[in-house]
């Protein structure tokens, strides 16, 4: 079993940045691909950006250029930077994680967090 916990949001002004975290516990994470997806409200759960084992990374296109995930394998925590914040990054953003390879596909992973709410202001 793995549990995760993310932190990190909050309320933030546009513009400005957040990192959030997604901690994990249970098991050995450095060989698990973990992936960030965000659900705003009245909308469809979607992806946003993973890493995989080798730290290999992939992103939304609507998201590439202002966040940045990463991991510590030594910390059993997973990152994303997020930049320039905009009031549509408004969501509440989960990290969820699987063995093997990473996917975009959000109905290929086994575990999730609870999510951290990331609310932008203009």
């Known amino acids: 079993q793995v549990q995760l916990e993310e932190s990190g949001g909050g309320l933030v002004q546009a513009g400005a940045s957040l990192r959030l975290s997604c901690a994990a516990s249970?098991?050995?994470?450095?060989?698990?691909?973990v992936a960030w997806f965000r659900q705003a409200p009245s909308k469809e759960r979607e992806f946003v950006a993973s890493?995989?084992?080798?730290?290999?990374?992939d992103y939304a296109d609507s998201v590439k250029d202002r966040f940045t995930v990463s991991r510590d394998n030594t910390k059993n925590t997973v990152y994303l930077q997020i930049d320039s914040l905009k009031r549509e990054d408004t969501a509440v953003y989960y990290c969820?994680?699987?063995?093997?390879?990473?996917?975009?596909?959000?109905?290929?992973?086994?575990?999730w967090g609870q999510g951290t709410q990331v609310t932008v202001a203009s």
């Open positions: 890493i995989n084992s080798n730290t290999y990374t």
């Open positions: 969820a994680a699987r063995t093997g390879y990473m996917t975009p596909w959000d109905q290929a992973y086994t575990y």
């Open positions: 249970g098991r050995t994470f450095g060989s698990l691909a």
